[in-house]
């Protein structure tokens, strides 16, 4: 079955620009993550949604990032006014969640390069 | 909280030996463990998991070792091949069904041929 998929791929924009980055969970999954990764780096938590409760948006880095997911499906992590050390890979991945499910599925990233 | 901005601690092994891959998680109460593997400019994918209530479990290759008692997670690759190559990460979630999984901090495997 088709897995989690995220869109763009690559993403080049200019300082000072507004971003939307999609995400595709596998259909089903009742949890979504956003995550980030600099070049060589661990990954940092942005954001996680749960079904139908408020999102834990705890990592979310300063007030110009934020994400929706509509319909408990599809989502949209939006960055404003972007700057230059907001380039890296942005992952999203989702699960079913539980205690024995809670094994995430990637997706493949989108790749941000602000210049 | 979670890792940011830190450089990956790396482990070369020569290909055919085994690898052992340290994690310490944070929370005592954690009652199910995950571990990942990342190459590069993918996104990570699952390689094994381990419960609570277990302290070994193995796979193809591949074993995880569990020691609640000094909250502790190993990642061990036998007969490590140069496709082991990548960043290991392993995760952890509190108990209760609706919670949050935490990812550690990753380690790099470089496999000499």
């Known amino acids: 079955g088709a897995g989690v998929s995220q869109s763009p791929s690559n993403k080049v924009t200019e300082k000072g620009k507004d971003v939307e980055l999609r995400c595709d969970p596998i259909s089903g999954h009742t949890a979504l993550y956003w995550y980030r990764q600099s070049l060589g780096q661990g990954l940092e938590f942005l954001i996680y949604f749960q079904g139908n409760s408020a999102p834990d948006k705890s990592g979310l880095p300063s007030d110009r990032f934020s994400a929706e997911r509509t319909g408990g499906s599809v989502s949209t992590l939006t960055i404003q ?16 969640s539980g205690t024995a499910m809670s094994r995430q599925y990637f997706g493949p990233g989108t790749r941000l390069t602000v210049t | 909280g979670e890792s940011v901005g830190l450089h990956l601690p790396t482990l070369s092994v020569q290909e055919g030996d085994n690898s052992i891959i340290n994690c310490a998680y944070s929370n005592s109460a954690s009652d199910y463990f995950i571990w990942y593997k990342q190459e590069s400019g993918k996104g990570p994918q699952f ?9 070994k479990r193995q796979g193809q290759r591949v074993t995880v070792l569990l020691n609640k008692t000094v909250k502790h997670l190993s990642l061990q690759i036998a007969a490590t091949q140069p496709g082991d190559s990548a960043v290991y990460f392993c995760a952890e979630k509190p108990p209760g069904g609706y919670q949050k999984v935490t990812f550690g901090t990753g380690t790099k495997l470089q496999v000499i041929p």
């Open chain 1, 81 to 96: 006014r972007t700057q230059q050390e907001d380039s890296a890979v942005y992952l999203c991945a989702s699960s079913f």
């Open chain 2, 47 to 55: 390689i094994i998991d381990i419960r609570s209530n277990m302290d």
